[in-house]
């Protein structure tokens, strides 16, 4: 059984244009993801999938034994491509097996690990049959639009120590076997479990204010020892 991980990274970027490769706490962005992976023990490649050949020099720069570049299709890369569709534009091509594991990992959550995909797969072979979301734990009140609470009693509004909260998926890494995605078209499927990341690791990177606040809860958490 072979267990590859799965990188998305184009070249058109629109709120922040180049984000995948600026300089991120000193390397480029990518780097963080792809060095989780590349501790990984279980991963035997990391494709970099992109359409932008800077983006590939940049990723073939990294210094990381495990990537390998695979060129996306234009027509997988613009604005209205679903990352589904990048997927199975490389599934469909590759030799991997039914059985396979594949980890689609986004570049744009630095907080990744490798031990938070250590616990994935772990998680994977006690239910083989499924698939595994990362989430952060989510401490927010949250309303309907009808003015109904969600997710607490107002009544008894509890303390946010006392406070369970719910999980936000914070998009750092899904797992599944090559032949579940090739079935459903789909990243996820039945039974899905859950590897809980910290509450910080819910900071998107989307426009240049959340890079500069994203820098800082990485270093204070990822380069800190």
């Not at 490769?21 to 990984?40: E, R, S, V």
């Not at 590759?94 to 031990?115: C, G, K, V, W």
Request: glycine share 4%; hydrophobic share 40%; charged share 20%.
């Amino acid at each position: 059984m072979k267990t590859v991980a799965f990188i998305p990274v184009r070249g058109g970027s629109k709120s922040i244009p180049g984000k995948n490769i600026l300089p991120f706490n000193g390397k480029p962005l990518l780097y963080w993801t792809a060095k989780a992976a590349q501790d990984c023990p279980e991963i035997s490649e990391i494709i970099i999938a992109t359409d932008s050949q800077e983006i590939a020099d940049t990723a073939n720069s990294l210094g990381l034994s495990k990537i390998v570049i695979y060129h996306r299709s234009s027509e997988n890369a613009n604005d209205k491509a679903s990352t589904e569709s990048v997927m199975l534009e490389y599934l469909e091509t590759s030799n991997l097996q039914s059985e396979d594991r594949f980890i689609l990992i986004q570049a744009t959550n630095p907080f990744l690990l490798s031990d938070h995909l250590n616990d994935g797969i772990n998680l994977l072979n006690q239910q083989p049959l499924g698939s595994i979301i990362s989430c952060a734990t989510f401490k927010r009140f949250l309303w309907n639009r009808d003015g109904s609470p969600m997710n607490y009693d107002f009544m008894n509004r509890p303390r946010r120590q006392d406070f369970d909260g719910a999980m936000l998926e914070n998009g750092a890494f899904y797992i599944n076997t090559v032949g579940n995605i090739l079935e459903t078209q789909n990243r996820l499927t039945h039974p899905i479990a859950i590897v809980e990341m910290p509450e910080y690791s819910a900071v998107e990177i989307d426009e240049p204010e959340d890079w500069m606040i994203a820098e800082k809860i990485h270093r204070k958490h990822i380069l800190t020892p």
